[in-house]
């Protein structure tokens, strides 16, 4: 559904504007686990969620002025020159400058992935992890325990999109660990890096917004300081914040800066319940998601339920009480009437049915639409009337009957 939401927006939209979508306004709110980190360009990512819950009216906002995602590039590093025992810990460290000076140059990252190739006796024991040149932590592969292969990996590709908008030029490392207490043993004989992206920044921001005004530079060529008036967003400087986003400082001074009092203006993600926002506060907000309540008064928004949801306030704004109604209870007694009245007429064409007894024998039935009478009714069941004439030979032979 949200992708054919995005799809009405734009129709160029491709595969990889869907992913950078994703990216960029997913949020990680009422997600616990205790395996969020923020990766290099301040974003939360997790392995159990990954970037967060979908939401769906920022990547519409920001889909209407999108511009699709330059060509994609691959760059491919050998890594390891000859092979390596891995023992209880294996690291492997190298500087790549991600293809720069060739036409598969990437500036910016998608995803990672690492090309491996191994022997071990116990596959399940290992754990391996990647760490980004910013400093980013990707688990590529979680220790099994029931895993008792000694196949090891022969060339296989494990991926990793947590380095996502990162620039990938600078150290890589590679960590390979044996989680179990066991005195395993392999070799690690292939290890290559291949890196997908862009060349530059995508241009859906830069062409939705205003992108310039760097102050400073940190060694990677990326900006870390913007001039006044510019706000410094996933490592470049921006006029206006995108949508989910508003103006802040920077909680800390950067470690890398020449003047460890400088706090410059980010670009700061909004409270989970706003769409949009002064603000990362919870009272911020100018206004809300899907489904949510705006308070104007107090900047909030809260949980829309069901019956707040009714139809719009009449007079001075306040929606009157609504009384009770009578209908329910009045449909209830006219159903329990009718069933009774149902009841009772199935019954008495039952007994009509089956035929009328009188002091335990029967006097007539209905059957074929007929009343039949039945022999052996006691003479006390007459009255001692005197017979009209004419009627009293009937009435003498039905007594004649009745007493044999």
């Known amino acids: 559904m949200v992708t054919q939401l995005l799809l009405l927006c734009s129709k160029n939209l491709t595969w990889r504007d869907m992913q950078h979508l994703v990216v960029r306004t997913s949020k990680p709110a009422h997600l616990n686990t205790n395996d969020w980190a923020t990766n290099g360009v301040g974003r939360k990512v997790s392995h159990s969620y990954g970037y967060g819950l979908l939401d769906a009216g920022a990547m519409v906002a920001l889909a209407k002025n999108w511009t699709s995602v330059g060509p994609q590039r691959k760059c491919i590093v050998d890594i390891l020159m000859e092979p390596r025992d891995i023992g209880k810990r294996l690291e492997v460290r190298q500087k790549v400058d991600a293809c720069r000076g060739k036409a598969s140059y990437i500036g910016q990252l998608e995803h990672v992935q690492a090309r491996l190739t191994l022997s071990y006796n116990r596959r399940g024991d290992l754990a391996i992890h990647l760490v980004s040149p910013m400093g980013t932590r990707s688990t590529l592969l979680a220790a099994r325990p029931h895993d008792y292969s000694a196949d090891g990996f022969n060339d296989w590709a494990f991926m990793t999109t947590h380095s996502w908008d990162e620039d990938p030029a600078g150290e890589w490392v590679l960590e390979i660990e044996n989680t179990s207490e066991a005195n395993n043993y392999g070799t690690l004989t292939k290890f290559t890096l291949v890196l997908y992206g862009t060349a530059m920044d995508p241009p859906g921001l830069s062409n939705q917004f205003e992108s310039s005004g760097c102050k400073t530079l ?185 007493a044999l």
């Open 218 to 402: 940190a060694t990677s060529q990326t900006c870390v300081v913007c001039e006044e008036g510019f706000y410094l967003h996933q490592k470049s400087c921006l006029k206006t914040c995108p949508p989910g986003f508003a103006p802040g400082p920077s909680p800390a001074p950067l470690e890398n800066s020449l003047d460890p009092h400088l706090s410059p203006l980010l670009c700061v993600p909004c409270h989970p319940s706003c769409a949009t926002c002064l603000g990362p506060g919870a009272a911020q907000c100018l206004s809300c998601l899907a489904h949510a309540h705006y308070n104007s008064q107090e900047q909030t928004c809260s949980h829309q339920t069901q019956s707040s949801r009714a139809s719009p306030a009449l007079g001075d704004g306040v929606a009157p009480a609504s009384r009770p109604s009578s209908l329910p209870v009045l449909v209830a007694s006219l159903s329990c009437f009718f069933i009774v009245l149902v009841f009772v007429t199935v019954f008495l064409v039952l007994q009509l049915r089956s035929g009328l007894r009188l002091r335990g024998v029967k006097v007539y039935s209905l059957e074929n639409g007929g009343i039949i009478a039945y022999k052996g009714l006691p003479s006390d069941a007459w009255p001692e009337e005197e017979e009209e004439e004419g009627g009293g030979e009937r009435t003498a032979f039905i007594r004649d009957q009745s």
